[in-house]
């Protein structure tokens, strides 16, 4: 089966803090995906990677930043967390970098900023 | 624009009623895919089908139907005699092969809560 883990589940962080939201896949993904969601606007890409070093922004990158240095690792990093970046983080591997791949997702992490 | 609509915020049905629940998109792309996920309380993302635009037919899995219309743009998914382990929230997504923007990335509708009751 597909194995896609997330760091934590659930996460309280201040404003102002450095967060890092990790994400480990042992499928040899080659590409890998952060998303965030919110009610009512269903999950919005963040950032994505094609390969090792590879960053690709997605529709909502500002605020975050991303690092890849391994193959089955996919950081998502917060360098001053603000309150409007409380939300569900959802990481996604996928086998290949065609479209028609199938992302698989991990249990999420529920990060509150106070 | 939004590609992927998902009017429907929630539903709620009794168990053993079937529940439809639909999607429309909008793509200029000739080649695309579609998917479901359904994401039950405990968060995961759980995949449930992918279809690709050159394939019309229905599918059925066990309780599960698609229904794929490219002349309407829609994919509307049916649970057939909905069981209370169905509560979840519905995902369908969009995956363009030819808009550049979009390569490599799946376009999310809001999803659709289905709570069924006993």
């Known amino acids: 089966d597909v194995k896609v883990t997330q760091s934590s589940r659930y996460l309280v962080k201040r404003t102002g803090e450095k967060v890092f939201l990790e994400c480990v896949q042992d499928?040899?993904?080659?590409?890998m995906f952060w998303y965030r969601q919110d009610p009512g606007l269903g999950l919005r890409l963040i950032y994505f990677s094609y390969d090792v070093k590879m960053k690709e922004k997605g529709d909502i990158p500002e605020g975050y930043s991303v690092s890849r240095e391994k193959k089955e690792r996919f950081s998502l990093i917060l360098e001053s967390a603000s309150t409007n970046q409380t939300s569900m983080y959802l990481c996604a591997g996928a086998t290949g970098a065609f479209t028609s791949d199938t992302q698989y997702f991990g249990p999420g992490t529920r990060l509150t900023v106070l | 624009a939004q590609k992927v609509t998902q009017a429907q915020t929630e539903i709620s049905v009794v168990e053993k009623e079937d529940v439809t629940l639909d999607c429309v998109y909008e793509?200029?792309?000739?080649?695309?895919?579609l998917f479901w996920y359904k994401q039950p309380p405990s968060g995961e993302l759980v995949f449930l089908i992918r279809r690709n635009s050159f394939d019309e037919q229905n599918e059925i899995s066990g309780r599960y139907s698609w229904n794929f219309q490219k002349s309407t743009s829609s994919f509307n998914f049916t649970i057939t005699a909905s069981q209370v382990v169905d509560s979840a929230v519905y995902f369908c997504?969009?995956?363009?092969?030819?808009?550049?923007?979009?390569?490599?990335?799946?376009?999310f509708g809001a999803g659709t809560q289905v709570v069924v009751t006993p």
């Open positions: 793509t200029r792309d000739t080649t695309y895919y």
């Open positions: 499928m040899d993904h080659e590409n």
């Open positions: 997504a969009l995956s363009e092969a030819q808009e550049t923007d979009s390569w490599g990335k799946l376009q």
